[in-house]
DNA sequence: CTGCGAGTATACCGACCGGTGTGGTTACTT
DNA sequence: AAGTAACCACACCGGTCGGTATACTCGCAG
């Protein structure tokens, strides 16, 4: 926690520049939003990309804590329901790879937290895949089926992206046993053909 | 084909956009890389937004060639392979996504054309898949991979994922009736078993 | 010969960019 | 009583933004 306009300055920051992009906003806009001042901006955080680096730092707390409400108790496929619910709201898209657009490889401080927000997923679902019973495989097939989704539904346009991923998903994890669609269905940990 | 001093602005423009980002890049610097004046460009193509538009419809052509080129003869799970040799030259990923990065939801000119692209590519890939043998549903997990792939291979930082994007094709399109190796297991793709 | 399209060079515009400096007002410590 | 952290109001900086204007040269087609 920040102080008080600290903190008014990071919410304001951050509906900014996830709606419009970073360099679209100027930090007079930032400071106005926020009802202070460019002075107290700079006086907290020293630098727009220390602000930039911060409000991605927020927002991958916030992914992480939707996530894990949401997906609590269901299995991992659901992951493209809970992604279908915060796409109805954040119609933006993925913050993190809107970031890299526009400051990937320019040695900004805020690439590390890009890089660690992919990675840490690739990991939750590679974790979480395992623990229903799924090799590693089945969670980074996951994992690139949320990405592709998240692109899909917001700069391809497809709404529908993540269901189209849900089934994708549903093929890697439950494997049609030919013939007999009475195998590939959803839910039961326990699955007897995970082997390793 | 624009006048001589056009293309010549066109392909700066192109170069800067994708490496730097569109905002990043001034119609000042545009002019001076080209070697020409902003007059120039202003009186070839009107507006920095009709040029930004222009990039990405030149964009799209230089890929589908590649595309077409390189994918010519070879299974639709190659795709991945094309993939990654493209990446390792526009290692800043996806210009349509990163457009969309910056100006999506604006009402920009250039926003149609991006749809159009992922559009394009989703179509040609449930295309392909059928051509194959394989349903729909194939091609569109195609789709969602090879966004996800491009995707993670930038923003996540990590150059492997067409090849593991690839793997999870193979999953999907020819699903393991014995299934062994997760690991690295490619090639052997004589794929005459067609199944619907 | 003339008109015109294409191009160059340069100056200019108001607005905005990220960032700083000065000064003053609260409110809570020590 | 003095210090200090937090904040506001406002002015200022050099530089860049997208876009325009003026004036000129060149090659070519009528």
Redesign the pocket.
Known sequence: M???????LIAAASALFYRHGI???????IAET???????????F????ALVALYLERRTGIWREFLHEHLRGRPVEDLFDVLALWLREQDRGCAFVNAYAEIGGTGHPAEPVIRAEKEWMRAYLVDRAREEGHPESAGVALHLLYEGATVLATAGGDPDAPARAKASALAVLYPPADQQGERGQQHQHDHGLAQR
């Open positions: 920040s102080t008080p306009a600290g903190e008014k360099r679209a906003v100027g930090v007079d806009l926020a009802g202070t001042t460019k002075k107290t901006l700079y006086d907290r020293g630098s727009k990309d």
